[in-house]
Nanobody
């Protein structure tokens, strides 16, 4: 099927930056979108950003313009540039890929990468 592997997480001080990557492999389906969710301790998973097959980007309002999603030309890798990080951005960040299989939209998920923002 589809495999997604996130990387780039780590420990960063408040105000710092990180760039997450999501490498996709496996079968090729028609892409609907790729994006990122995050889940903080004791919280529900929260949608962060997405990029559609038409390269339309969307972001959670709470990010206040600090994050940027992008992709490579072949849709092999999706990136999340995170600037001005705050302690409340601490979470496990999950990449997802939404594809069209037949008449259905199917989501594939990575295993997540931990981002910790702390001084």
């Amino acid at each position: 099927q589809v495999q997604l592997v996130e990387s780039g997480g780590g420990l960063v001080q408040p105000g710092g930056s990180l760039r997450l990557s999501c490498a996709a492999s496996g079968r090729t389906f028609s892409i609907y979108a790729m994006g990122w969710y995050r889940q903080a301790p004791r919280s529900q998973r929260e949608w962060v950003a997405s990029i559609s097959s038409a390269d339309t980007t969307h972001y959670a309002d709470s990010l206040e313009g600090r994050f940027t999603i992008s992709r490579d030309n072949a849709w092999n890798t999706v990136y999340l540039q995170m600037n001005g990080l705050k302690p409340e951005d601490t979470a496990v960040y999950y990449c997802y890929k939404r594809v069209i299989q037949g008449t259905e939209e199917v989501d594939y998920w990575g295993q997540g990468t931990q981002v910790t923002v702390s001084s």
